[in-house]
């Protein structure tokens, strides 16, 4: 098990390296000059000299990278252009809000799916399973932004039961488990689970059909097993499998949150990023899809092992 | 034939039983589907809705883009405007007509790139091997190290806003996608042995892959591209949402939706149409993808 951990975790470094440095040069496929928002419309050409010196922007492209990547080790992502705070503390408070959208929703998602994904197996080709696959159709279907919207028509606007943006009472950032805050977490929890609610439905539905028309079902219902024995084993099989689609969903909760963040305004990764985008700081922009791949990459690396754990299977092949 | 009793519909199928085996594959695919209901209703909406945004401007509807300060926001069904009006004063159901033009393409456009893109790595990558095929996967890698929508919103996010620059982000967001699975199948194919027949026989690589390896492998790489299309309008309209697709004044799903998010307390059925366009068109895709996924499953 160590040996395979090892193996892993040395897979994973070209990946990270590979990642910073999409990261870097995002900044530098941006049309025009990386500066253009910090400088003042009229500035003279030694202010401009000044300034792209002082940010190292007047130095080859594989050194600047390298500086970068050596004061990231450190920590340092830079200030951001707008406020002038360091990027790594404003990315990390943000996600800290992302995180607790993405477990609340992956806790109704996959609760959801995993449900309905069995039934739907147990009961294949019945009017239950055809129900349950057309409810993940849709929640994969759905423009789930659109969603949060109809969400928010419906039990904020008509019905006046929960607030329809924000994460806390007075536009309150800091997070805390009460209802006064879990009341916003609500609507952006259910819009966020529909995707991960879909995507799991389908495949556990998948996994529990193929195990079910297996020959060791089979051997197990005739040596008399009980049904609830034969349920056992389904579990057992369909975990691996479905425990990585869960964990590649949490993954994109993490990540792509940045739609649902906007439409409930929900302080979090997204959020920030989509306003280092208009407001053009590039700083911020880029250690926000740093932090946020690097989540990504360490959350895929966390099930690979997990699956392995429960799989020997997996560490041979 | 669909409407015959069982066992009249069980014996024609057994009459038809010989002269089903003379048929060619795509022939057998397209009867089976057209046998799917589900499919072809979506397949029906989907004609429609591509239909009316083709022949917009011969429909006789109002002007897109001309609003009026007096007539903001009407309710569905107001006389003269039978979906609404604008928050603007712009017709809603010339807006949502003319709207399917720019989602459409935007939406589909990426995939079709995509498509012929990550077909074409994925081919060679997995046809060639070797040492080309671990610099287009591990490449191809780097890019699942990110959460699609995560990339999709850096790349248009670094290069700004416009049509253009969206189409470029999902491409880039699907090629990777595309080539992995062009790669795995190509790599089942490449060793079976028409291809060292041909390869026998004097054919070249690009022959080979051309003739019978692309022949053998299109089919499984459309249906999974064709599964992306929803995906891909849920994202293009998402990226005119957050304001990085389409500008203003443009009819155009997602950025209408965007626009009309002020007015869900005035109006908020009207804003809220945008979004049942996106969905309708996505999820008859992803119906469509799902039928003809089965229909292509000669096996079962």
């Known amino acids: 098990m160590l040996a395979y951990i090892a193996r892993r975790i040395v897979y994973v470094i070209p990946i990270v390296i590979s990642v910073a440095l999409v990261c870097f040069l995002l900044v530098h496929i941006t049309p025009g000059d990386p500066l253009v928002a910090v400088l003042p419309a009229d500035a003279s050409q030694e202010l401009a000299a000044q300034l792209r010196s002082a940010y190292g922007f007047d130095r080859p492209l594989p050194v600047q990278f ?7 080790l450190h920590g340092d992502l830079g200030n951001s252009i707008a406020t002038g705070r360091p990027v790594l503390a404003e990315v990390l408070r943000a996600v800290g809000n992302t995180v607790t959208l993405a477990i609340a929703a992956a806790i109704i998602g996959f609760t959801m799916g995993i449900l309905l994904g069995l039934i739907a197996g147990y009961f294949r080709e019945t009017w239950i399973d055809k129900l349950a696959t057309s409810f993940a159709i849709a929640g994969v279907s759905v423009p789930h932004y659109w969603l949060g919207m109809v969400l928010v028509i419906i039990f904020s606007v008509q019905l006046n039961w ?60 005739a040596k008399g097993l009980h049904e609830r024995g034969v349920f056992r084993h389904v579990i057992k099989n369909a975990a691996p499998t479905a425990l990585a689609v869960m964990g590649l969903q949490l993954g994109y909760m993490l990540g792509g949150s940045i739609l649902i963040e906007t439409v409930f305004s929900w302080p979090g990764s997204g959020f920030l990023l989509n306003s280092a985008i208009f407001q053009r700081d590039l700083p911020l922009l880029q250690g926000t899809i740093l932090i946020l791949a690097l989540f990504f990459v360490f959350l895929n690396l966390m099930v690979d092992i997990a699956q392995a754990a429960i799989d020997p299977r997996i560490k041979r092949g | 034939m669909s409407e015959l009793p069982l066992s009249a519909t069980s014996d024609a199928a057994l009459q038809a039983a010989p002269a089903t085996k003379a048929r060619g594959y795509w022939a057998t695919v397209g009867r089976r589907i057209r046998r799917d209901k589900v499919s072809m209703a979506c397949a029906l909406v989907l004609l429609l809705i591509f239909l009316s945004a083709i022949l917009a401007p011969w429909l006789g509807l109002e002007d897109p883009y001309k609003g009026s300060m007096i007539r903001r926001l009407r309710h569905i069904g107001t006389a003269g405007y039978p979906l609404g009006t604008d928050e603007l004063g712009r017709d809603m159901l010339a807006r949502l007509i003319y709207g399917g033009r720019l989602s459409l393409v935007i939406g589909i456009l990426p995939v079709i790139l ?29 890019f699942y190290a990110f959460p699609s929508v995560l990339l999709a919103i850096a790349i248009s996010g670094a290069l700004g806003a416009g049509i253009l620059n969206s189409i470029v982000s999902l491409t880039v967001v699907f090629v990777p996608q595309i080539t992995r699975v062009a790669e795995s199948v190509t790599t089942g194919v490449r060793n079976m042995d028409f291809v060292e027949a041909a390869r026998a026989s004097g054919a070249g690589p690009l022959t080979i892959m051309r003739v019978h390896i692309l022949g053998n492998v299109l089919g499984s790489i459309f249906v999974y591209a064709t599964s992306l299309i929803s995906v891909s309008m849920i994202l293009a309209a998402g990226l005119s949402f957050l304001g990085l697709g389409t500008k203003p004044p443009e009819p155009e799903w997602g950025l209408m939706l965007n626009t009309l998010r002020t007015a869900i307390y005035i109006n908020p059925w009207v804003a809220a149409l945008p979004g049942a366009m996106i969905f309708a068109v996505s999820i008859c895709f992803n119906l469509l993808s799902d039928g003809l996924r089965s229909a292509m499953d000669i096996r079962n």
């Open chain 1, 66 to 72: 390298g500086l970068w990547l050596v004061r990231a």
């Open chain 1, 162 to 221: 929960l607030p329809a943006v924000g994460a806390g009472p007075n536009g309150s950032n800091s997070w805390a488990w009460d209802w006064a805050h879990l009341k916003y977490l609500v609507l952006p929890a259910i819009t966020t689970s529909v995707i991960p609610m879909g995507i799991v439905t389908r495949t556990v539905r998948a996994l529990t059909g193929d195990i079910l028309s297996q020959d060791f079902v089979e051997a197990l219902r």
């Open chain 2, 114 to 142: 995509a498509f012929c893109i990550g077909t074409s790595l994925g081919l060679v990558a997995g046809y060639v091997g070797g040492k080309l095929n671990t610099a287009i996967m591990r490449t191809i890698d780097v």
